[in-house]
């Protein structure tokens, strides 16, 4: 069955639009269409992250519309879209109609961009009809995408009552509560426009990111698959369904849809190698861990990921391959790439712990703390010193986090775990019974003869897991 005679209304004019302008391109022939139909095709393309085929799109629709407000406008959003801010005032430039909403609205993104959102206000409360439908939906996204979510929220009260059941009101309220983290509320509203649409993709893909922020991984998977159901090209619909398989401790079916949005070109070859390294680390597989950083470090791409960690990671690497000059060669890269990322020195320190220097150890922990003094850096190191067997340093970066959160998730069973392996029976008890899964008597009585021989480094990473499960 085709996939358009899923489709209905706008989704389906335009999924032929389309096909009838990559016919005409293919076949290098001149085909004319409307200047409305080309800016909404252009911006079909730019939700798929076809961003070029966007441009290319609005370029001839130029070419049959000179200076047309709608095409030139759509240009701009897409430079914008693709951080090219320079290339997007020079297309507001060209534009001369100054009195249009549409106009307006894109303007005042500008103006929000630098930083002056006094004189955006200014120019969206010279927009003359308030309640159209247009107006309240494209000021209310660019107050939502700018992180000021109230402000979009007095705007979508403008539609109250006279928009409640049009679909495209619909979009941008549960799009808003998105924004506003308000998961619940957002998902009732993308079940409504499913219920009216339901072979819209974007609209499985929004209650997707909501089962997803609620760690409804099973259901975000679900969800995905509907919007792929609804569109194969729909890429973030692979990026999140892999992130939830992810999440799930599924990283084959994982890397299988990260592959597929790499196909798509959402996700770039350094985060994919990446993805695949971290799943190495975490196997203590060091070899083809550092293979494949070594491969993301090399195909990197500028604002994928950050390279000063590609740079920690493979010095991780590196050292337990036993190459500790080049390890630290890596390690002095990451931190001069990005010496305020706490990740570099966290690494850093781990690994002169390893070499057995722990006065340099600590030096470059105290660097992260000094950067994030907060029980999240704490905690970390708490969990490196676990992996490493460091027990006394453990106990105390561990403390540090109780004192700071006393309900710090998992804090507890960390100490309670440290104690444990310490043999100290009082603060063992004192944050046992603080445990949500407390140890039972009958566990303690098995934990004790694994102990015996006093096997600390076996015994530490038995109990790292044990208190991971215990959360």
């Known amino acids: 069955m085709n996939r358009k005679n899923l489709l209905s209304g706008r989704d389906k004019e335009l999924y032929e639009l389309a096909e009838q302008y990559e016919k005409a391109q293919r076949e290098r022939m001149p085909i004319y269409m409307d200047a409305d139909d080309l800016a909404d095709l252009a911006d079909w393309y730019a939700m798929r992250n076809k961003f070029q085929t966007a441009l290319e799109t609005t370029e001839y629709g130029l070419s049959l519309h000179p200076n047309n407000t709608a095409l030139l406008v759509e240009r701009a959003y897409l430079f914008l879209d693709t951080q090219r801010r320079g290339k997007a005032k020079e297309i507001v430039e060209r534009i001369t109609d100054d009195f249009s909403s549409e106009v307006k609205i894109l303007k005042a993104n500008i103006l929000m961009g630098e930083g002056k959102l006094e004189e955006a206000e200014k120019l969206i409360n010279t927009i003359k009809d308030k309640e159209e439908l247009a107006n309240i939906i494209e000021v209310a996204y660019l107050y939502n995408d700018m992180g000021y979510s109230q402000k979009a929220s007095q705007w979508l009260e403008i539609g109250k009552g006279l928009y409640d059941e049009d679909e495209a009101y619909l979009a941008v309220v549960a799009d808003c509560l998105y924004g506003e983290r308000k998961f619940d509320e957002a998902a009732v509203y993308y ?15 929004g209650l997707a990111r909501c089962y997803f922020e609620q760690q409804q991984y099973d259901k975000a998977i679900d969800a995905c698959d509907y919007a792929i159901i609804s569109d194969d090209e729909f890429a973030e619909a ?234």
């Not at 470090?297 to 080049?326: H, Q, R, V």
């Not at 027990?391 to 444990?420: C, M, Q, W």
């Not at 004192?430 to 096997?455: H, T």
Request: with cysteine; aromatic share 12%.
């Open 191 to 205: 079940n409504k426009l499913i219920d009216k649409n339901p072979y819209s993709a974007p609209y499985w893909f």
């Open 238 to 471: 692979y990026v999140v369904k892999g992130h939830s398989f992810y999440q799930l401790g599924n990283d084959k079916k994982a890397l299988e849809s990260y592959r597929k949005a790499e196909e798509l070109q959402v996700l770039t070859h350094d985060f994919v190698y990446t993805f695949i390294a971290m799943g190495h680390i975490s196997q203590n597989e060091w070899e083809q861990a550092y293979h494949y950083l070594k491969a993301a470090i090399d195909s990197y791409e500028e604002k994928t990921i950050p390279l000063a960690m590609l740079y920690s990671n493979a010095a991780l690497c590196l050292f337990k391959m036993g190459e500790k000059e080049k390890a630290y060669q890596y390690s002095r890269k990451a931190i001069g790439t990005d010496p305020n990322d706490v990740e570099n020195y966290l690494i850093s320190g781990r690994i002169y712990m390893e070499d057995g220097n722990p006065e340099q150890g600590i030096k470059q922990w105290a660097r992260a703390l000094k950067i994030a003094p907060y029980p999240e850096t704490w905690n970390e190191i708490g969990l490196i010193c676990m992996e490493i067997n460091q027990i006394e340093y453990a106990r105390v970066a561990f403390e540090h986090v109780k004192k700071d959160a006393p309900d710090y998730e998992g804090i507890n069973e960390r100490l309670t775990s440290i104690y444990l392996i310490l043999h100290d029976k009082e603060n063992f008890m004192k944050y046992n019974q603080l445990c949500k899964k407390p140890i039972s008597q009958d566990e303690l009585k098995e934990l004790q003869q694994m102990m015996n021989g006093d096997e600390r480094e076996e015994m530490a990473k038995i109990m790292k897991d044990i208190f991971e499960s215990l959360k």
